[in-house]
């Protein structure tokens, strides 16, 4: 047995937001024909990845969900929580302060909707468009935000977000992990949470090593997780940092760029 970590936007599927049949079938095969059990490492929270696990027979192939950026592990058939790591609530009106200094927007997560004080953000509304979740808007974003939660989203243009990410840093740095996974997207998540921390933790669970693992990414937030496999493997789309840390580079992701990978790497 083996197992195949995939990035969802950007790697996964195309920037139509797009599963191809010719990624899907590829994706097929290799549970069936290799022995590969495949897990979806993403930022999303857990609804936005249950269309894909579907898609691909996670379930009936024993596959695994990271949501949230390694925040938790499931098991896709019968949905049991193998880890969770959560942001403490009296981090929630802390990032929050710092995320309304630096005029961005921040979000988080329900299991059906997406909270946030601002429904006309056009950012927030890209997380709309990549998650199919709606948004909720809330009065106060402290007060709906009253539990534990996996992660919260900031939100906003670039040349915000780089000076927002060194305060997180700065301020909060020794309790939270802050890394963009997109231009417009900065992730706030418990320290010490990433892709790659979370799938070291689910072979430690499955008794596999780092040899036993591929992982497939594009972005920031994929670094630690094609790190920590013993293959990491770049999308074509993706930068060149990341391409440089990679073992192997692909097609983008409007070129069927996981299928043009496997065809190479299981042959």
Do not use: W
Not at 7 to 18: A, F, N, Q, R, S
Not at 154 to 171: C, D, N, R, T
């Amino acid at each position: 047995m083996r197992l195949l970590a995939l990035d969802i936007d950007g790697t996964l599927i195309t920037k139509e937001h797009v599963l191809t049949d010719t990624v899907r079938e590829a994706l097929l095969r290799v549970q069936h024909d290799y022995d590969t059990r495949l897990i979806l490492a993403s930022g999303r929270p857990t609804p936005a990845l249950r269309q894909f696990a579907e898609a691909l027979q996670l379930a009936d192939n024993k596959g695994y969900l990271m949501p949230f950026n390694g925040g938790k592990i499931l098991e896709a058939g019968s949905k049991r929580l193998l880890s969770a790591q959560l942001l403490d609530a009296d981090l929630i009106p802390q990032l929050y302060r710092i995320v309304q200094e630096h005029g961005a927007n921040i979000l988080t997560y329900t299991e059906e909707h997406i909270l946030t004080e601002r429904e006309d953000d056009p950012y927030a509304e890209k997380e709309v468009v990549i998650t199919g979740m709606p948004l909720k808007r809330v009065p106060s974003f402290v007060e709906a935000a009253t539990e534990s939660l996996p992660k919260c989203l900031a939100v906003g243009p670039l040349e915000k977000l780089i000076p927002l990410e060194a305060a997180v840093k700065e301020q909060l740095g020794t309790r939270v992990g802050a890394f963009r996974s997109s231009d417009y997207f900065l992730e706030l998540v418990p320290l010490g949470v990433n892709k790659g921390s979370a799938l070291a933790r689910l072979l430690d669970v499955l008794g596999m090593t780092p040899q036993d693992l591929i992982a497939i990414g594009d972005n920031y937030n994929d670094l630690e997780m094609l790190g920590a496999a013993g293959l990491g493997v770049a999308m074509g789309n993706a930068p060149d940092d990341i391409r440089d840390i990679a073992g192997f580079v692909t097609s983008d992701n409007d070129h069927d760029g996981i299928a043009c990978a496997l065809r190479t790497l299981m042959a």
